[in-house]
């Protein structure tokens, strides 16, 4: 072959690669030592890509982080000042992860390793690790609530086995919020049903407002898998959002996510990366 002909078919090889990259063929394979002239997925197409990048950078995600607690600051004002002689001791409910507590390494890790989807073996291993950062407002939110006599109760739905509890218990301790003891942590290990941890608390507790990042953190009826009767539901509770209900930003994970693919966690199938592009595309413009 002449020179020409050579870079033709050099040409037509790299495009090959290129197309079997861009439809994704290669974004769940873990990087291996590969052969120096074969191809490198940089992970460049990754579906998570946009969704953390937002959360690591935006100042808008902070912005409205400082939007719920401020809010919930707000309402728990306004609870003191109608508290009255007699009345039962007031408290606030949170969930953890995503919450108060934010996960972004966890998120940054999956990507470098080429997951584009929740990998809850790798989740397992990172969390014991203390990687955490809070949440911005957060904890001044609970120091301001333990400053007015406002117990904070801190319930969360997780699973690393045997020493789940303490794992939970630790973070909260290493993120120096207040009443990180037995007394107000409640994890959930079998279950994602939080409710009877709410209906324990609220049975001496007069709950002043709800944090979480996911509808299944303030009533179990939003369990639901239907993408158009979860948003009925909430369009139902619509006066509760900002007054009962302060609602953290989540583009990563949750219940959400489970009305797209049938379970919370799926697998990282292309089945699934069809899923979401159908999902994502739901509203699509046709172009005419
Ligand atoms: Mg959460």
Same mark, same amino acid.
């Given at each position: 072959m002449n020179d020409n002909r050579v870079n033709r078919a050099e040409d037509e090889e790299r495009r090959r690669i290129l197309a079997l990259l861009l439809a994704g063929g290669a974004i769940?394979s873990?990087p291996t030592a590969a052969a120096d002239d074969a191809p490198v997925d940089e992970g460049l197409n ?29 309402? $728990? ?37 080429n ?24 904890? !001044? ?48 290990? !079998? ?18 407002? $709800? ?35 302060? $609602? ?14 049938? !379970? ?6 292309d !089945? ?17």
């Amino acid at each position: 072959m002449n020179d020409n002909r050579v870079n033709r078919a050099e040409d037509e090889e790299r495009r090959r690669i290129l197309a079997l990259l861009l439809a994704g063929g290669a974004i769940a394979s873990v990087p291996t030592a590969a052969a120096d002239d074969a191809p490198v997925d940089e992970g460049l197409n990754n579906n998570l890509l946009w969704a953390v990048a937002w959360k690591q950078t935006a100042a808008e995600y902070r912005a409205l982080c400082y939007q719920a607690y401020n809010l919930a600051r707000m309402r $728990l004002d306004d609870a003191l000042r109608q508290q009255k002689t007699g009345d039962r001791p007031l408290a606030i409910i949170t969930d953890m992860d995503n919450t108060m507590l934010h996960v972004g390494s966890y998120w940054g890790y999956l990507i470098n390793v080429n997951r584009d989807f929740f990998d809850d073996a790798i989740w397992d291993e990172w969390l014991p690790n203390n990687l955490v950062t809070a949440v911005p407002g957060s904890r !001044e939110f609970f120091d301001y609530c333990r400053e007015n006599e406002v117990d904070v109760f801190y319930v969360t739905s997780r699973n690393q086995g045997e020493r789940t509890y303490e794992y939970a218990l630790a973070q909260l301790k290493y993120l120096e919020v207040p009443f990180a003891d037995e007394d107000h942590l409640f994890v959930f290990r !079998e279950s994602s049903d939080k409710t009877p941890a709410r209906d324990q608390i609220a049975a001496d507790f007069d709950v002043v407002v $709800l944090l979480g990042d996911n509808l299944n953190d303030y009533k179990r009826d939003y369990y639901v898998k239907d993408i158009d009767e979860r948003l009925a539901l909430m369009e139902r509770d619509r006066a509760d959002w900002g007054t009962k209900f302060i $609602l953290l930003p989540n583009p990563t994970d949750g219940n959400w996510v489970r009305a797209i693919f049938g !379970e919370s966690e799926p697998p990282p199938t292309d !089945e699934n990366r069809r899923k979401l592009k159908a999902a994502a595309t739901r509203l699509a413009w046709d172009g005419h």
